[in-house]
């Protein structure tokens, strides 16, 4: 029996990281373990041409590039389909440590239609992008104050523009001259070298050539084959015209390299010419954790002295001589206004709080490192789909506590209330990348895949969750309330609920106002983000942020005889998602150059799906750690 039970597990793990990782995980991109040999052929695949000015990728050949006699789709997961990545192969093939110099790979004639588009793809600084075992194209740029130190960029500039010979006319160039570099590892016990590294650096060259064109065998007079930088015999940049013709060509160079197979991916993590300010990020967690601290003793010695006091009173006239939150425990466990609600809210909460955190324990064990594309995206999706379980269950339970009966109203709300809002929101996203030719558009296949996901499995977990849920016996009040609610006296300016709810949501978000910077530099601006051992540091201080502002917060308006506190405590952390809304506006305007309105629309309608997911699981950490702390010391 326990065999059996030990293969299922095996079973269930191996099917997770299929669907995590993707078919193409498991072999080389285009490289089999043979190739890795001298002599053997290496293959490039492409991928999406993408800007940081416009956040919309397109094909690779959706411009005129150089094609292979058959193009293959490479095999895909859920999250690079839905990251807009479309992997074809491409003509580019190199012979395993074997140099190349002067390669012609094909030419065109563009008419004005397609000298068109490259002056669009140029203008909006698109960049090509490559793939060669599993590794992205990058190009290396020396920093001037640091001679050390290399920044790497993702991909080449399809072209560039400007001013050339004297011209007052600003005119198009176009990339078209290749030299890669393959860096490789050499294994010095059994003599095999593997990839470690795959450069460029790109050339515009007007190539000339002797007699009538004759494919790859025609001689180019530009271009020198025994010449280790094969294109110097020319200064003439090839410029983007109609009928003008181009000539793509591309060199390859292998360089040994001391850096081993299990750390290539070191150096394209340091993509950025922003260095991580580790000093700042710390100094800003460790206040925000002193702060926290400070607080929490605040808060047990302030309250330790009123449930002293409280105890200490000899007769019942004198406990009713008493002011504060003690006075309002006959209505503090009073069902709120909207409860049903509110169970939703909750439900959806522990959905995706149980999400982020496992996702998070996964990448700091190293299983969604950017090696692995579109990892994280899948992973977050099946946990969300299967985190359904505990978020009927906690909803459920929660809407027991209020007395309520029809529990299979509340695990419908928690199933479809989120999914459903996230849902319009991207149709309608993706509706307008469809209508710009986008190959970012999610296809029809895989919507009718996150369909099934949603319907045919977090749906009905959602329910077996609930009526687990619902058996369970409600948990009991540690006080009695009254049938007749207090009256709430007059607060003061300062505690008024729209005050207090907006002042209780600037500690949470200083906590991940660091790290939030380089979140949206990593999405929007392209670049990999690889520091998750900081980030789930970064979650556990917002986690103690939210629940203590909230308890202090939660207090003082108890205080204050005023027993609202279910809505409000949800409210007090999730409204820093409203500050979290406004620094994404910011960063819109300080560090983006978009333009275009329907990028401006991607750009905000995400970041509002982004901040209305982070309102939902800050509010429920929020709301768990008032009913936690309401319930403590009523029951003193």
Known sequence: MAARKSQAVLAISAIFLLLVHGAHSFYLAGVTPQDFLKGYRLKVKVNTLTSTKTQLPYSYYSLPYCQPERIIDSIENLGEVLRGDRIKNSPYVFRMREPQMCNIVCRITPNAKIVKEF?????????????????????????????????????????????YAGSKEEKYFIHNHLAFTVKYHKDLQTGTSRIVGFEVKPFSVKHEYEGKWNDPKTRLTTCDPHSKHSVLNSNSPQEVAEKQEIVFTYDVEFQESDVKWASRWDAYLRMSDDQIHWFSIVKSLVNVLFLSCVVAMIMLRTLYRDISKYNELGTQEEAQEETGWKLVHGDVFRAP?????????????????????????????GFLSPSNRGGLMTTMLLLFVFMGLFAGYASVRLYKTFQGTEWMKIAYGTAVMFPATVSAIFIALNTLIWGQNSSGAVPFGTMLTLVY????????????????????????????????????????????????????????????????????????????????????????????????????????????????????????????????????????????????????????????????????????????????????????
């Open 453 to 636: 996901l949603w319907l045919g499995i977090s749906v009905p977990l959602v329910f077996v969750g609930g009526y687990v849920g619902f058996r369970k016996p409600a948990l009991e009040d540690p006080v009695k309330t009254n049938k007749v609610p207090r009256e709430i006296p007059e607060q003061t300016w300062y505690k008024n609920p729209v005050f207090s709810i907006l002042i209780g949501g600037i500690l949470p978000f200083g906590a991940v106002f660091n790290e939030l910077f380089f979140i949206l530099t990593s999405i929007w601006l392209n670049q990999f983000y690889y520091i998750f051992g900081f980030l789930f540091l970064v979650f556990i201080i917002l986690i103690i942020t939210c629940a203590e502002i909230t308890i202090v917060l939660c207090y003082f308006q108890l205080c204050s005889e005023d027993y609202l506190w279910w809505w409000r405590s949800y409210l007090t952390s999730g409204s820093s998602a409203l500050y979290l809304f406004l620094y994404a506006t910011f960063y819109f305007f300080t560090r983006l150059e978009i333009t275009k309105l329907v990028s401006v629309l991607l750009y905000f309608g995400y970041m509002l799906i982004a901040s209305y997911a982070f309102f939902i699981v800050t509010g429920t950490i929020g709301f768990y750690a008032c009913f936690w702390f309401t319930r403590l010391i009523y029951s003193s």
């Open 119 to 163: 002056k669009e793809k140029i203008d909006d600084e698109y960049r090509v992008n490559m793939i060669l075992d599993n590794l992205p194209l990058v190009v290396p740029i020396q920093r001037l104050y640091q001679k050390a130190r290399t920044v790497y960029r993702l991909g080449f500039h399809v072209g560039l523009k400007g001013h």
């Open 337 to 365: 206004i909207n409860s049903e609600l509110l169970c939703v809210y909750v439900g959806t909460g522990v959905q995706l709080f149980g999400m982020i955190l496992v996702t998070m324990i996964f990448a700091v064990l």
